[in-house]
């Protein structure tokens, strides 16, 4: 890498005092400043901020991370695909997105310390350093950002209306006595509290319970239909599948593709990991990948299987866009057995929320230090993430009907996961042009920008088709 571009990256991990990282000063710093502690790339500006503050973490903690951030509430999408796909192709396609999604957090493992004495513990440092201080960040803020907060707006969504419907299965009246509005109120205060753990390393225990809450509710949601399979037998399920057109298909698989989450947060993950020359941080942390895809393999594969198993064609009739399917639930089996699927689903959901945040806090927190030359103290940190969580809270209020267009705005957040990281490692690796290896990442990189489009094009035929009730503001 020339002298030039090393400088480069030089200031963008230094963050030079008067830059801030979403406007980054393109001056190169000269004098860059020094490693700490044989820990290539710290500073004290990193000591400041939440996702670097602690680099004490270790696999176990960055398996939590990585499984409560890559298995989710998008897992109740998979049988719904399933049902447009059939068996064949919805296995296959299943299977390539997890294998090129799981190729994507090997690159980024590895581009993490790529240059030596630099670590980009934050995807939009990886994407400027790559493609330049302008189209990095034209490539790269909306998406990160939006990954950020978008997750959790619709996480206040998707868990304030399944808190209403576990009201309404614990009523015996059925007569449900909170609003949504009231329950968007209970789900977000208790977000705001679960928020103020000071980094991103201290949030390990959130992220344990949010991973045992998602393989509670997952294995709930597949066995309960393999505990009662004479009763399935009877229920005359067909597996044929009736609409072929191009935007069921396509959106189809644009809900097995928003499925494969957390890209955005592997490099910030990353950076809560000690790393020195004799043992560097991509070891600990593939060792996590492996450890946490392999659970969150088990449970995608396990749910979208079965429950299309159990319930064939009567998803698309009875479901919504995050799963209203579960409802059978109710029916076919016990209270208990839904009302400890809805109990799980919430606290996962809650857990979930700080780890997706804290790129925002920590880019809300950069532009204070910078400026204000100082960390933040206590009480403004605080503040920052009340504001953050406000913000959130009044998106999923305005936008209640963002889950229905998951594949349309999911698509942007797509290319985070299934292009930027192959030509990232084309730029910084400077690979030799036509190389096989080249070749390889220039066709998968595009083949994921070109179903990004795919899928925005199929999901608006849907909705011109189908239509949208958008209430604003009214949950």
């Known amino acids: 890498m020339s002298n030039k571009a090393l400088a480069i990256l030089f200031d963008l991990e230094s963050q030079e ?3 801030s990282p979403s406007f980054m000063s393109q001056t190169l710093s000269k004098d860059p400043l020094p490693t700490s502690d044989g820990d290539g790339g710290r500073i004290p500006l990193e000591e400041w901020l939440p996702i670097t503050e602690s680099r004490k973490g270790n696999v176990y903690t960055a398996t939590f991370h990585l499984f409560c951030s890559g298995l989710g509430l998008q897992v109740l999408l998979l049988p719904a695909a399933f049902a447009a796909l059939g068996w064949v192709w ?28 630099i670590r980009f513990s934050r995807y939009l440092r990886l994407a400027i350093a790559s493609f330049g201080v302008k189209l990095g960040k034209l490539l790269g803020i909306f998406p990160v950002m939006y990954l950020s907060g978008g997750a959790c707006s619709i996480l206040v969504i998707t868990g304030g209306k399944t808190i209403k419907q576990l009201v309404h299965i614990m009523s015996e009246d059925g007569k449900v006595p909170l609003n949504t509005l009231q329950c968007f109120v209970i789900f977000s205060c208790l977000a ?55 935007d069921t298909i396509f959106n189809a698989i644009g809900l097995i593709a928003i499925s494969f989450r957390g890209n955005n947060l592997i490099l910030e993950i990353q950076g809560t990991l000690p790393s020195d020359s004799k043992n560097p ?24 299987i079965v429950v299309y198993w159990a319930y064939g064609d009567k998803i698309p009739a009875t479901g919504g866009p995050i ?29 979930s929320y700080p780890i997706n945040l804290m790129p925002a ?20 940190r605080m503040m920052f993430r009340v504001f953050l969580c406000l913000v959130c809270f009044f998106v999923a209020v305005g ?19 299934f292009t ?28 994921g920008a070109s179903f990004s489009v795919l899928f925005v094009v199929a999901s608006a035929l849907r909705l011109a088709d189908k239509g949208l009730q958008a209430n604003f503001f009214n949950p």
């Open 17 to 19: 005092r008067c830059g």
């Open 90 to 117: 919805g296995v296959i396609i299943l299977t390539v997105g997890f294998a090129w999604k799981l190729y994507t957090v090997w690159l980024l493992v590895h581009l993490h310390e790529a240059v030596h004495g």
């Open 192 to 246: 705001v509290v679960m928020c103020q753990f000071p980094n991103l390393n201290s949030l390990f225990g959130l992220s344990l319970i949010g991973g045992v809450m998602a393989i509670a509710y997952s294995t709930a949601i597949w066995s309960l239909p393999l505990a009662s399979i004479s009763q399935r037998n009877q229920n005359n399920v067909s597996y044929t599948t009736r609409d072929t057109s191009f």
């Open 281 to 304: 941080s991509r070891k600990t942390m593939w060792r996590a990948v492996v450890i946490s895809h392999v659970l969150i393999a088990v449970c995608m594969f396990l749910v979208a």
């Open 323 to 351: 799963g209203n399917y579960l409802e059978l639930y109710e029916q076919d089996y016990s209270k208990r057995a839904a009302c400890f699927i809805h109990i799980t689903f919430i606290i996962n959901c809650l857990c």
């Open 361 to 380: 806090c920590d880019n809300a927190e950069m532009v204070y230090t910078t400026k204000r030359h100082k960390p933040c103290s206590v009480f403004v």
């Open 399 to 417: 936008f209640t009907f963002l889950p229905y267009l998951a594949v349309l705005i999911g698509a942007i957040g797509l290319l985070v996961t």
């Open 420 to 447: 930027y990281p192959c030509f990232m490692w084309i730029s910084i690796k400077q690979l030799q042009r036509e190389s096989l290896m080249w070749w390889f990442n220039v066709l998968v990189g595009s083949i």
